[in-house]
C-alpha cells in the first residue's frame, strides 16, 4: 500500500523568506501523480502544484516550486517570497495512475509566516 | 470559475441520528469522492464514485454510510446512525477523468454530540 509521510508538523517563515516543505512517499509503481494542497484557517482544501511523475521537469506554479526527486521517493515543495497568506497547513497527496484516483494523504504540515 | 459546492457547512446532530451531507461537483466531471478530516489529523479518504457506482471505498466506510447521485448534479454522503466518532469535516471532491486534478468543496463540519 501506497504511503505517504511529513516529517515537519510544523514550521515557521520570515515573510518574503523562502521556505521548503518535505514529503516523501512509497510506491512500487512507476506511474503516478503527486500533489501539494494548501488548507488555509477556512480549511478549504486548495491546490497548489500537480507533478506528474513520468516528467523529469520539476512543476512550478508562479512562487511555488517542486523538487520531484523519484528515485528517492521525494517531492519537496518551495515557497519563494513568503506572504502572510501562505500561513496554511500543506498537505501532501499521492495518486496512483492505476486505481480508482483517490488521493491518499500526508499528515500535513503547518507553516506559520510571520511579518 | 466552476467550483464544487457543499451544504450544510456546518452540522450538529444526536449520536444515533441520520445526517445527509450534500454536494455539487464541478458540472462536467464525472468521478466523485467523499474524504473526511478529524480535527488536526490528516484527510482520509471513505470512498469514490463514477458511472453510478461506487468504485472503491475504505475501512471507514461502512455499512452506517451510503452515497448517491440522486439527481445527475447533487452528490450526496448519507450516515444513518451517527457516532461521536463521526465528528470531522466531510470534503467532497470531483475531477473530469480518473487521473486528472481533484477539486475539492469547503467542506461540512458535522459535530456528533
Known amino acids: 500500500a501506497q504511503t505517504v509521510t511529513q516529517s515537519q508538523p510544523e514550521m515557521s517563515v520570515q515573510e518574503a523568506e523562502t521556505v521548503t516543505l518535505s514529503c516523501t512517499y512509497d510506491?512500487?509503481?512507476?506511474?503516478?501523480?503527486l500533489f501539494w494542497y494548501k488548507q488555509p484557517p477556512s480549511r478549504q482544501m486548495i491546490l497548489v502544484i500537480r507533478?506528474?511523475?513520468?516528467?523529469?521537469q520539476n512543476a512550478t506554479e508562479n512562487r511555488f516550486s517542486v523538487n520531484f526527486q523519484k528515485a528517492a521517493k521525494s517531492f519537496s515543495l518551495k515557497i519563494s517570497d513568503s506572504q502572510l497568506g501562505d500561513t496554511a497547513m500543506y498537505f501532501c497527496?499521492?495518486?496512483?495512475?492505476?486505481?480508482?484516483?483517490?488521493?491518499?494523504f500526508g499528515q500535513g504540515t503547518t507553516l506559520q509566516v510571520k511579518p | 470559475e466552476p467550483e464544487v459546492t457543499q451544504t450544510p457547512s456546518h452540522q450538529v446532530t444526536q449520536m444515533g441520528q441520520e445526517v445527509i451531507l450534500r454536494c455539487v461537483p464541478i458540472?462536467?466531471?464525472?468521478?466523485f469522492y467523499w474524504y473526511r478530516q478529524i480535527l488536526g489529523q490528516k484527510v482520509e479518504f471513505l470512498v469514490s464514485f463514477y458511472n453510478n457506482e461506487i468504485s472503491e471505498k475504505s475501512e471507514i466506510f461502512d455499512d452506517q454510510f451510503s452515497v448517491e447521485r440522486p439527481d445527475g448534479s447533487n452528490f450526496t454522503l448519507k450516515i444513518r446512525s451517527t457516532k461521536l466518532e463521526d465528528s470531522a469535516m466531510y470534503f467532497c471532491?470531483?475531477?473530469?477523468?480518473?487521473?486528472?486534478?481533484?477539486?475539492f468543496g469547503p467542506g461540512t463540519r458535522l459535530l456528533v454530540l
Open positions: 507533478q506528474e511523475a513520468y516528467k523529469q
Open positions: 497527496a499521492f495518486m496512483s495512475s492505476g486505481n480508482t484516483g483517490k488521493l491518499i
Open positions: 471532491a470531483s475531477q473530469t477523468g480518473r487521473q486528472e486534478t481533484q477539486y
Open positions: 510506491t512500487s509503481e512507476n506511474n503516478y501523480y
Open positions: 458540472s462536467n466531471h464525472l468521478y
